[in-house]
């Protein structure tokens, strides 16, 4: 008999036990598992070792994430997978596991906590302002922990909106955080200066990758609310890299509107954005982003074109 098309649970529960999944990751980013096991590889012994960890602890960990896909393992021995090797191992320069402290922060799991109070209210149940109440911490987490994914794009974006070499020109990186996307315009440009607008605590994380990238002196930092501080003026780009799904339609037209005000003639504003097809279906990444915002803001979304 052909049980093929017959109805199954595997999604449901593996949906259930996802959380299991990521802490499982999480652990091994914590305990430099990835790291430790290096172009070699290891066994659970001489992980234990290096991690400072229970050789029973290392076997059980690595062989979930064998499992997982994280892993290889040939007899008692692990070793990389091409992708754990460049994302999760430090010594590598696409390191990505500084991701985990924002993705797994206490932030966002508390918001995921309450979805089902989040869909009776229609907005997070984290209290007035969710994840953009003034200063919130989580934001200094993800400019520690996230800078990392935006480089292809914002490498990308600054080759796209070339700007004249033949002139001083000048970016405003709107809730810049890591700065990566406006920094990454003052690489292309030696004319381009930039500035970085965000909360305080955050532009330490700005002006750090700005000397790590030797363009502290072209960077310039306003501190405070976008909605709040006066931009200046004669922007030749202004980002917006990954903010407007935060707020209401209304909010970002307010916020478009004083954007175009601070532009040069001819200048352009960069909206860097999580967009849903027209059925809000797909693509999937861009389509289950809405929950994010339903969970942690009063009133975001992941916007359509």
Same mark, same amino acid.
């Given at each position: 008999?052909?049980?093929?098309?017959?109805?199954?649970?595997?999604?449901?529960?593996?949906?259930?036990? %996802?959380?299991?999944?990521?802490?499982?990751?999480?652990?091994?980013?914590?305990?430099?598992?990835?790291?430790?096991?290096?172009?070699?590889?290891?066994?659970? %012994?001489?992980? %234990?070792?290096?991690?400072?960890?229970? +050789?029973?602890?290392?076997?059980?960990?690595?062989?979930?994430?064998?499992?997982?896909?994280?892993?290889?393992?040939?007899?008692?021995?692990?070793?990389?997978?091409?992708?754990?090797?460049?994302?999760?191992?430090?010594?590598?320069?696409?390191?990505?596991?500084?991701?985990? +402290?924002?993705?797994?922060?206490?932030?966002?799991?508390?918001?995921? %906590?309450?979805?089902?109070?989040?869909?009776?209210?229609?907005?997070?149940?984290?209290?007035?302002?969710?994840?953009?109440?003034?200063?919130?911490?989580?934001?200094?987490?993800?400019?520690?922990?996230?800078?990392?994914?935006?480089?292809?794009?914002?490498?990308?974006?600054?080759?796209?909106?070339?700007?004249?070499?033949?002139?001083?020109?000048?970016?405003?990186?709107?809730?810049?955080?890591?700065?990566?996307?406006?920094?990454?315009?003052?690489?292309?440009?030696?004319?381009?200066?930039?500035?970085?607008?965000?909360?305080?605590?955050?532009?330490?994380?700005?002006?750090?990758?700005?000397?790590?990238?030797?363009?502290?002196?072209?960077?310039?930092?306003?501190?405070?609310?976008?909605?709040?501080?006066?931009?200046?003026?004669?922007?030749?780009?202004?980002?917006?890299?990954?903010?407007?799904?935060?707020?209401?339609?209304?909010?970002?037209?307010?916020?478009?509107?004083?954007?175009?005000?601070?532009?040069?003639?001819?200048?352009?504003?960069?909206?860097?954005?999580?967009?849903?097809?027209?059925?809000?279906?797909?693509?999937?990444?861009?389509?289950?982003?809405?929950?994010?915002?339903?969970?942690?803001? +009063?009133?975001?979304?992941?916007?359509?074109?």
């Amino acid at each position: 008999m052909d049980n093929g098309d017959a109805p199954s649970p595997v999604l449901i529960l593996q949906t259930l036990n %996802a959380y299991q999944r990521s802490n499982a990751l999480g652990a091994a980013i914590e305990l430099d598992l990835f790291t430790a096991i290096g172009e070699s590889g290891a066994s659970s %012994a001489e992980l %234990a070792q290096r991690c400072a960890a229970a +050789e029973r602890g290392v076997r059980i960990l690595c062989d979930y994430l064998t499992v997982l896909g994280f892993l290889e393992k040939t007899g008692d021995r692990y070793r990389l997978t091409r992708d754990s090797a460049v994302f999760l191992d430090k010594n590598s320069p696409a390191y990505a596991g500084g991701a985990a +402290e924002f993705l797994l922060s206490d932030h966002l799991k508390e918001a995921f %906590a309450n979805v089902a109070t989040a869909v009776r209210i229609g907005g997070t149940a984290l209290g007035e302002g969710g994840s953009t109440a003034p200063e919130h911490p989580m934001w200094l987490s993800f400019a520690r922990g996230m800078g990392w994914m935006m480089r292809p794009g914002a490498q990308a974006l600054a080759g796209i909106l070339a700007l004249d070499p033949e002139r001083d020109t000048t970016v405003l990186d709107i809730a810049a955080s890591h700065g990566i996307w406006g920094l990454s315009f003052a690489e292309h440009s030696p004319r381009t200066s930039v500035v970085a607008l965000d909360w305080a605590p955050v532009l330490q994380v700005t002006r750090e990758n700005a000397r790590r990238m030797g363009l502290s002196d072209r960077l310039r930092t306003i501190e405070g609310s976008a909605f709040e501080v006066d931009f200046g003026h004669d922007y030749d780009v202004i980002l917006l890299p990954n903010f407007l799904h935060h707020f209401d339609p209304p909010t970002c037209v307010q916020l478009l509107r004083k954007c175009h005000s601070a532009l040069r003639e001819n200048g352009r504003v960069a909206i860097v954005e999580f967009v849903p097809n027209p059925d809000r279906v797909s693509p999937p990444e861009a389509a289950t982003f809405s929950l994010v915002m339903l969970a942690s803001t +009063e009133r975001g979304d992941a916007y359509t074109f």
